[in-house]
């Protein structure tokens, strides 16, 4: 069974930084592209970054491109989101995925 667990959510100030963690388990961690979506209260879920299998190639929501950074580490089945410059439109619950799967979610919240 494949589960994803996030952490690493928090509140912050805006400018400040966080990141995001997701440890995957129940398969072949480094078979699949990862990603990272958020859903701010109101709106629709989005988009925001993926990553490769091997970790060459990543994606980027064009609002995020240079403040934040998605990398993984599959040794420890774990896909990262450095998130910096953190302005308060950022505040969502964000949520971790691959094919099908979901995790839980973690919010983020970013004052002004």
């Known amino acids: 069974q494949v589960q994803l667990v996030e952490s690493g959510g928090g509140l912050v100030q805006a400018g400040g930084s966080l990141r995001l963690s997701c440890a995957a388990s129940?398969?072949?961690?480094?078979?699949?592209?990862m990603k990272w979506f958020r859903q701010a209260p109101g709106k629709e879920r989005e988009f925001v970054a993926s990553i490769t299998g091997s970790g060459r190639s990543t994606y980027y929501l064009n609002s995020v491109k240079g403040r934040f950074t998605i990398s993984r580490d599959n040794a420890k089945n774990t896909v990262y989101l450095q998130m910096n410059s953190l302005k308060p439109e950022d505040t969502a619950v964000y949520y971790c995925?691959?094919?099908?799967?979901w995790g839980q979610g973690t919010q983020v919240t970013v004052s002004s």
């Open positions: 995925n691959s094919d099908s799967y």
């Open positions: 129940g398969r072949t961690f480094s078979s699949y592209a």
